[in-house]
């Protein structure tokens, strides 16, 4: 247990994100499943409808400060490219 009132603090505040961080981590793993799914099963309509909300999710996770900018962009930019390769494909 903390010795300091600060420390204190600090400790409830850790919970707190933690437990933030994970509820935002989870998503964003359901979010590109959902996405790479679609691909696997060649459903060009629902690939892009994923893609859609995933990259307003994922571009909304910078913006609450969950993920940074680059990272953001990488997986939106791996998804883009799944989704493209389908369509290519056909």
């Not at 919970?15 to 060009?44: G, H, P, Q």
């Not at 910078?62 to 990488?74: M, P, Q």
């Amino acid at each position: 247990m903390a010795n300091h009132k600060s420390a204190a603090k600090r400790a409830r505040q850790t919970i707190k994100k933690t437990e933030r961080n994970r509820f935002y981590r989870t998503r964003l793993k359901n979010i590109t499943r959902a996405v790479r799914e679609a691909v696997e099963a060649k459903d060009v309509e629902a690939a892009n409808s994923a893609f859609k909300v995933a990259n307003k999710s994922i571009h909304s996770f910078v913006s609450k400060g969950i993920l940074k900018k680059e990272t953001a962009g990488r997986r939106v930019s791996r998804l883009a490219k799944l989704v493209n390769s389908l369509t290519i494909a056909e």
